[in-house]
């Protein structure tokens, strides 16, 4: 394959691919034989209306090569030429013929080209993370214990409500004979002394399971326009429950990987301390974005990306004045804000793509394909089938550009506090299957 290059403009390019006839000869042969074996009505087998088999063949092989041929050729041209597009190259020509070699020109946009940071112009305070203490400990251990906690019937003899028991009821309500909005509910469970239904609590105090009452309640705020009247309700205690928390035995400490109390709580400490160095160090992230944009001078954004995004700008507005009338003020308000949050939002993603390349960053992609599977399995979906939606796409590319984002701050963070580099090695990839990745599935 030969692969020549020419500059259209700032940031805009053209790429030339030819592909030799030896290479693409093979291909040409099996789109002809497949299209020659094709049954037409009317017609005997293999045989075909006058110039037929040719039409079909210039078709079917430039979908061929505008699907797979091309894009597997122009990777190899981009990266021969240590180009890296950000807009998706555009077949401007394509000429071929089952004799000649198959060339193409396409045209795209590249990154503008940044100089490296100056760190020194970081202003960064390093900070000690803070000391685990033993309340530390204590707080989130009780925060563990209780949401192994579970709700079981209250037991003993002549069993009545009490503060902080676990009720379920059932109520209905009437304001002069007539209910009203909320006034009837099923298989209401509560905390007395919780926040939930407070106008009920002091009513079922001192009630049994299985019991009903008739009172009159002075309706809350949150009854709207009823709130401050009288309602008669009749109340229906059907149940009564308390909190039984887990007992700390081999089977709770098994349930955590520990051997005891005390492995537990080592664990626990650990947990909060690396808990605490995430939060400094997303403090840190945070730091140096806020500076880095006031660190480069103005520079150019694609041309073509830019119409893009102001496209999408469009489209949302126009969606949002069929779902609610928008003046033609505050839509050229919101215009010129989304127009603004995306010239940061790009110019702020070349900074971190520059400062990236000048540090050689490899990026570990599984942490993004570890992060999307536990999203697809949270909503309960199929990882695999999630990527093959335009949403679940775009999700996953949203999680890469913000780990990819992460990892060169806390490079940066690194180089102003003088922190040893670590050389990394790419790591194998652990494949999200998408409808293009050509993987058996």
């Known amino acids: 394959m030969k692969s020549t290059v020419d500059v259209l403009g700032k940031l ?21 034989r497949d299209l020659k074996r094709t049954r037409l009505n009317g017609f005997r087998p293999g ?59 396409l045209h795209f946009e590249i990154s503008p080209e940044l100089p490296a ?31 192994e906690e579970i709700l079981v019937p209250k037991d003993g ?3 009545k409500v009490e503060n902080d028991d676990w009720v379920l009821v059932n109520f209905e309500g009437t304001i002069a004979g007539e209910s009203f909005f ?41 009854f709207g326009e009823n709130a401050g009247k009288k309602a008669d309700f009749k109340i229906q205690l059907t149940e009564i429950s308390t909190v039984k928390s887990p007992e700390l035995d081999d089977e709770f400490f098994k349930k955590y990987g520990v051997e005891d109390e005390k492995e537990l709580k080592e664990k626990v ?31 150019e954004l694609p041309e073509e990306l830019m119409k893009f995004e102001e496209e999408q700008i469009e489209k949302e507005l126009v969606k949002n004045s069929t779902e609610k009338e928008i003046t033609t003020e505050d839509k050229d308000k919101k215009r010129q804000e989304g127009l603004a949050n995306t010239k940061m939002d790009l110019r702020m993603k070349f900074i971190l793509d520059s400062i990236g390349e000048h540090e050689k960053l490899s990026f570990d992609e599984n942490e993004a394909a ?3 599977v536990g999203l697809a399995q949270i909503t309960g979906q199929s990882p695999d089938e999630l990527i093959q939606s335009p949403f679940g796409r775009d999700m996953y590319q949203r999680i890469i550009i913000r780990k990819q984002g992460d990892a060169t701050l806390d490079r940066v963070v690194a180089r102003v506090f003088g922190e040893p ?21």
Not at 93 to 99: L, T
Not at 194 to 204: P, R, T, V
Not at 424 to 437: F, G, L, M, R, T
């Open 117 to 147: 940071l100056d760190y020194a112009k970081i202003l960064l305070e390093r900070k000690e993370v803070e000391e685990v203490t033993a309340n530390n400990i204590k707080e989130e251990l009780e925060a563990l214990i209780q949401r």
């Open 157 to 159: 003899e002549d069993v």
């Open 421 to 441: 580099i670590e050389e990394s090695s790419p790591a194998e990839i652990e494949h999200v299957h998408d409808e293009n990745c050509g993987h058996e599935h």
């Open 47 to 105: 045989k075909h209306p006058k110039g037929w088999l040719d039409k079909r063949f210039m078709s079917a092989m430039q979908a061929e090569a505008v699907d797979r041929l091309i894009p597997g050729y122009m990777d190899k041209a981009l990266k021969e030429h240590s180009l890296r597009p950000v807009t998706m190259p555009i077949i401007q020509e394509i000429e071929f013929d089952r004799k000649s070699p198959l060339s193409a020109t």
């Open 182 to 222: 909320d006034s009837n509910a099923n298989d209401m469970q509560f905390k007395i002394g919780g926040s939930d239904l407070q106008e009920f609590h002091a009513e079922l105090l001192g009630m049994s399971s299985g019991t009903e009452k008739e009172v009159k309640i002075e309706l809350p705020e949150r």
């Open 12 to 32: 805009k390019y053209s790429i030339a691919l030819e592909i030799p006839l030896e290479e693409i000869k093979p291909t040409y042969d099996a789109i002809y």
């Open 269 to 299: 400490g650990e947990s909060i301390t690396s808990r605490k160095k995430a939060e400094l160090q997303s403090e840190y992230r945070i730091a140096v974005r806020a500076q880095l944009s006031d660190l480069y001078e103005e520079f």
């Open 370 to 372: 570890r992060e999307f």
